[in-house]
């Protein structure tokens, strides 16, 4: 449990950069801000301050800004959000204290950006697991369909149940082929072992 008696205000320098944080032991804080700056698999790890530290060969300076012993967190975040302000810190990307409703927009505007900004490295990371580790997943996915089938077949029988028509209009939504032919989503499949498709598409390659 966070003693805030020995709160504190604290900063993060560059030769471009202003970050104002807060915290009850300085010690682990840095150490926290340390992974996220050189652990590329870290949440934070591509957060407007680390980013800025790299891109200042890594040469950064934390330093206890003032003390602040205080009651609870809510105390000690308002006074940073204060201090924040107060010192125009421009590597802060979220504010540290805010109302309930504007935290309530705050976190969805946040959430969306930072989504944003992560989902092509994300993404990226999620491939080279799966590729470093695709036969215990095909193993694991192998046993969890063999020792659930019943639940499995309950669940898809529930989601057709409850989205049969929608399933039915994409299943019969006309496509056009890459050979230039319609048909149905269902059929295509079929459609493109079909010598017409084959022949259509010798005309095609010819082209």
């Keep these: 449990m966070a003693d805030y008696s020995k709160a504190l205000i604290y900063t993060i320098r560059t030769d471009?950069?202003?970050?104002?944080?807060?915290?009850?032991?300085?010690?682990?804080?840095?150490?926290?801000?340390?992974?996220?700056?050189?652990?590329?698999?870290?949440?934070?790890y591509n957060l407007k301050l680390y980013q800025n530290i790299r891109e200042n060969n890594r040469v950064w300076k934390m330093e206890k800004y003032k003390d602040f012993p205080c009651k609870n967190r809510?105390?000690?975040?308002?006074?940073?959000?204060?201090?924040m302000i107060e010192l125009n810190a421009n590597l802060n990307e979220r504010r540290a204290y805010v109302t309930a409703e504007e935290c309530k927009e705050y976190q969805k505007k946040y959430c969306r950006e930072h989504y944003e900004k992560n989902k092509v490295y994300a993404l990226g990371q999620q491939k080279l697991y799966y590729e470093k580790n695709k036969d215990e997943i095909s193993a694991k996915q192998k046993l969890y369909c063999k020792t659930n089938r019943d639940k499995i077949i309950?669940?898809?029988?529930?989601?057709?149940?409850?989205?049969?028509?929608?399933i039915s209009?994409?299943?019969?939504?006309i496509i056009t082929c890459e050979?230039?032919?319609?048909?149905?989503?269902?059929?295509?499949?079929?459609?493109?072992?079909?010598?017409?498709?084959?022949?259509?598409?010798?005309?095609?390659?010819?082209?």
């Design 16 to 44: 471009d950069g202003l970050y104002v944080g807060s915290t009850c032991n300085f010690k682990d804080r840095e150490k926290c801000h340390r992974a996220s700056l050189h652990n590329e698999f870290h949440r934070d």
């Design 74 to 83: 809510t105390e000690l975040r308002y006074e940073e959000d204060r201090i």
């Design 154 to 166: 309950t669940r898809k029988k529930l989601y057709y149940e409850k989205n049969k028509d929608e």
């Design 169 to 173: 209009a994409k299943q019969n939504e």
């Design 179 to 207: 050979c230039g032919s319609n048909s149905k989503r269902t059929n295509i499949s079929r459609h493109r072992k079909s010598k017409k498709h084959l022949k259509l598409m010798e005309s095609v390659n010819k082209k």
